[in-house]
């Protein structure tokens, strides 16, 4: 569950969503399909999670019902994973980043920010996500 707040994407409200992970045969891609309900409405999306050996970074593929296709590459640094990349959706377009912190072995807090004109980061969701094994 988390926390929008009010930015070029959207007004501020709750969020609430779910994820669904499996990795595909052979262990090499990860495939995650979601739901989420928030303050732009439903929404469905599906993202493909690997490795790309020859830039030697971690890479996600996302897109969403809402006409959203993102890139993002991300490095993992103790307990935290870092995702950038660059948000387009019609005529918006910002950089990106997207902070995960694992808080316990079944939960992690996480945080999606845009980068200012300034260069400055802003926080435009936060909140706190719990893992359950699959049935």
Do not use: C
């Not at 969020?15 to 669904?20: K, L, N, R, Y």
């Not at 980043?97 to 260069?119: H, L, M, N, V, W």
């Amino acid at each position: 569950m988390g926390h929008a707040k009010a930015s070029q994407f959207g007004p501020a409200g709750k969020v609430i969503g779910t994820e669904h992970a499996e990795w595909l045969p052979g262990g090499f891609f990860l495939v995650s399909r979601t739901t989420e309900k928030g303050v732009m409405g439903n929404s469905q999306g599906l993202s493909v999670t690997g490795y790309n050996a020859e830039e030697k970074v971690d890479t996600l593929h996302s897109f969403n019902s809402l006409g959203v296709a993102q890139t993002l590459k991300g490095a993992v640094e103790g307990d935290t994973w870092t995702w950038a990349g660059e948000y387009k959706a019609g005529a918006i377009s910002a950089k990106t980043r997207f902070i995960a912190r694992e808080t316990s072995p079944t939960s992690y807090d996480f945080k999606a920010q845009i980068q200012t004109s300034s260069g400055a980061w802003s926080t435009i969701l936060e909140g706190k996500a719990t893992k359950r094994p699959a049935p």
